[in-house]
């Protein structure tokens, strides 16, 4: 895929997405959803363009593409404020990085190390 192409997570061209082929039933849920080339490239966009928390951001949600919905909540629910220990938040970020999401791996255990300083942990 060219970065200039714009395709759905299952690399459907959003001009084939109508009123008509969503009443038809022709289109699913990761027809509409982003692919993670696109978040790439964003992010490519973002640095260039002097922006490198965001290109950051970015290229975190690409890796997020590849989980399901209930677990990227559930990774945001992990991530409020008295919900997990310290070993919990790095459970889950040795799980994400076993599974290729380095970003979101190293973001987790950020975190956790900041919410032991401030006593945001659950106990």
Request: aromatic content about 4%; glycine content about 6%.
């Amino acid at each position: 895929m060219a970065v200039t192409d714009t395709v759905g997570a299952t690399g459907r061209d959003p001009a084939e997405v109508s009123l008509d082929t969503v009443r038809e039933g022709e289109v699913s849920i990761a027809d509409l959803s982003i692919h993670p080339d696109t978040l790439q490239h964003q992010a490519e966009v973002a640095e260039r363009h002097g922006n490198p928390q965001l290109a950051a951001n970015f290229r975190r949600a690409a890796e997020l593409t590849a989980l399901g919905d209930e677990e990227v909540l559930a990774i945001y629910e992990a991530l409020r404020p008295h919900r997990c220990t310290f070993s919990e938040l790095a459970a889950l970020a040795a799980d994400l990085e076993s599974r290729g999401a380095t970003r979101n791996a190293q973001l987790l255990r950020e975190a956790a190390a900041a919410y032991a300083r401030r006593g945001l942990l659950r106990r």
